[in-house]
Structures are given as structure tokens and as C-alpha cells.
């Protein structure tokens, strides 16, 4: 398909102003600060099962999320490595869930530990899930997340998103098995997304891999995107005429690229030029506005797919670096 977005050379340069709405700091200190403070009694846990696998074990996890409510995952773990271990924590994309224990093995077997997270309300795709979203949304929503609450940044779907993924990283620093200081967040599209948000609420991260990103400068992708999810806020305000100023207002809390300017770890991007999910100029505003030292990979004749096993090599490559520079 042909690149509907802007050219390469005008994206690398691409760094429109991204204003912080006015108490953006004190809105996810408090958030945070909420719950922590309602999951202080509730543990994480992480249980063992047998996935039928000699080389990698397996937990099933429960970590004390938004609200202190569950939100669950897939804990991996190499058979015999040594401790403590550097550790990748996964956030998925739009729709997948955590699946099934036994997949996703790539990071446990390069000798990682490596926390999937499920993702509240989601598990309806490639996989399925297991964290209810029990926060009720506001009337009116459109099928699917991204207008789930949207008439507020304190109702909106993804505060309680954002809020689990925080959640899960702080409980695999306490995890006795771990480096803390060598955790590394990535995810694909929306996982990318929320995993460019937690660089900007976690300080201390070891890296940061955003794998074409989704949540990335939102007023834009909702008016030029060419395949959902973005296109759930186009038909939102299709119906809602009267709301697209208090729309972005809330939106622009959870724009992951205005997270990307509090972000201080080190970051691996990668962007497709021929993605009409998140079309490349969105993904390249968060890249360029990153804080802190960065690189990145681009797959110039890709779609959303981007430069999926290809790319894998690449981020292998990156933590092994990384992670050595700590040691």
C-alpha cells in the first residue's frame, strides 16, 4: 500500500507542539498515589503452573492494579538462570489478551525474565484474556476503548490502564528474582503506546522498546488514520458534534508521545512508513520528542505489521547490549 502520511524525511523533522494540559503531573501522582495506596494490602502473586515446558517456568500472575483490582499476566522465567535477572515486562496490542501460558517464549529463552500483562477488558483478537474492566464507561460509547470514558481524564479507559501497566513493573522490582535495575518495557502498538507511558511515570527503567506505537499524537491520528482503532474517536465525534474540544482535553492526558517528554531510559523505536493504523508522522512525534537517548528502526515498505521477527533480532540484540553496559 502506498504511504498516505508524510515522506520520511519530513517525519524525521516532524515535532509539532505538544502542550501539557494544565495539571498533568498532579493528575498521575495522584493516580498512582490512589493505587498504591488501595493495593497495599493485596500482595502480587505469582503462582507456578506446569505448561508442559522443561526449560521455561511459568507463573500465573495476579498484581494489584488500578483501584487495587487484579490485573493479570504471564510470568516467564528461564529454568536455570542465574539471578537476579534482567527482566523485558510486555504490554500488548489493541484487543489481545495475555493467551495461553505456554506462548510468547522469546525472551525466557534468551535468559530473561519476562512479564506479560493482560490488558483489562481486551482478549477479544489473537488471544484471549482474563482482567475484567469493571470501571463503568460514560453512555454513548462507541464499540471498542478509545471513547470508554472519555468525557473525563478521571473516568477514561486507559487512566486505568496506564495505572496496571505502572503497577506490574513496580511489582517485578520487588519481584526477589530480578534486577531492579535492569527492567526493560516494550509492547507492540497500543502495548508500544502504553509502554512509552510508563517511560514517562517510572523512573529508573533500564530501556524502553516502542514497537510502532499506537496513542501517539491522538489529534492527529483521529483525523488521518485509515483503519481503527483511531477511527472509534472519528465516529464519536461524528454523533457528538459539540465535544471535540473536551474530547482531546481528555485525550491529552494519555497521549503517549507527550508521556515520551518526561521519559529519561534509554529507547529502541521502531516505525513503518506504510501504517495506516498508526500512520508514521503520529509515531515519529513521539520518537522526536523523547527525552531521553533513543535510536530507531524504520521499515520504509511495511504496513502496521512492521518489522515483526526481523525487528525481534534487532531488540534481542539492543537489551544484550544494554543489559551488559549495567552489569
Known amino acids: 500500500m502506498p504511504s498516505a502520511d508524510l515522506p520520511l524525511a519530513e517525519c524525521r523533522t516532524y515535532r509539532p507542539e505538544l502542550p501539557l494540559p494544565d495539571g498533568f503531573d498532579a493528575f498521575w501522582a495522584a493516580t498512582l498515589g490512589e493505587s498504591r495506596a488501595e493495593g497495599a494490602l493485596d500482595k502480587p502473586r505469582f503462582t507456578r503452573i506446569d505448561a508442559g515446558l522443561s526449560q521455561v517456568r511459568t507463573y500465573d500472575v495476579s498484581v494489584p492494579g488500578h483501584g487495587g483490582r487484579p490485573v493479570r ?21 489493541y484487543g489481545r489478551g495475555r493467551g495461553l501460558p505456554h506462548e510468547q517464549l522469546t525472551w525466557a ?29 460514560a453512555s ?16 477514561y479507559y486507559y487512566r486505568r490502564v496506564f495505572t496496571d501497566a ?32 510508563v517511560s514517562g511515570l517510572v523512573d529508573g527503567l533500564a530501556g524502553v522498546m516502542p514497537d510502532v506505537p499506537f496513542l501517539c499524537h491522538v489529534s492527529r491520528a483521529a483525523r488521518i488514520a485509515g483503519a481503527p482503532p483511531y477511527t ?37 523505536f521502531s516505525i513503518a512508513m506504510m501504517d ?38 534487532e531488540q534481542l540484540a539492543w537489551v544484550r547490549s544494554l543489559f551488559a553496559g549495567l552489569s
Open 140 to 155: 454513548g460509547t462507541v464499540p471498542g476503548f478509545l471513547t470508554r470514558g472519555v468525557e473525563s481524564p478521571e473516568t
Open 73 to 93: 499476566g504471564w510470568l516467564r522465567m528461564p529454568a536455570d538462570a542465574a539471578e537476579p535477572l534482567g527482566c523485558v515486562v510486555e504490554f500488548l496490542g
Open 166 to 197: 505502572v503497577r506490574c513493573v513496580e511489582a517485578m522490582r520487588e519481584h526477589p528474582e530480578v534486577d531492579p535495575a535492569r527492567i526493560v518495557v516494550t509492547g507492540v502498538s497500543q502495548g508500544g503506546g502504553i509502554a512509552l507511558a
Open 232 to 268: 472509534e474517536i472519528a465516529a464519536y465525534l461524528q454523533l457528538y458534534r459539540d465535544r471535540t474540544a473536551s474530547v482531546f482535553h481528555t485525550l491529552s492526558y494519555f497521549d503517549a508521545a507527550r508521556h515520551a517528554t518526561r521519559a529519561t531510559a534509554p529507547a529502541l
Open 109 to 137: 529463552c534468551a535468559g530473561y525474565a519476562h512479564l506479560v500483562m493482560d490488558t483489562r477488558g481486551q482478549g477479544w483478537s489473537a488471544a484471549g484474556g482474563d482482567t475484567a474492566d469493571t470501571d463503568p464507561g
Open 276 to 313: 495506516e493504523i498508526c500512520p508514521p508522522s503520529t509515531c515519529f512525534t513521539a520518537y522526536n520528542h523523547y527525552a531521553g537517548p533513543k535510536d530507531v528502526r524504520v521499515y520504509e515498505f511495511n504496513g502496521h505489521e512492521g518489522g515483526t521477527e526481523h525487528h525481534r533480532a
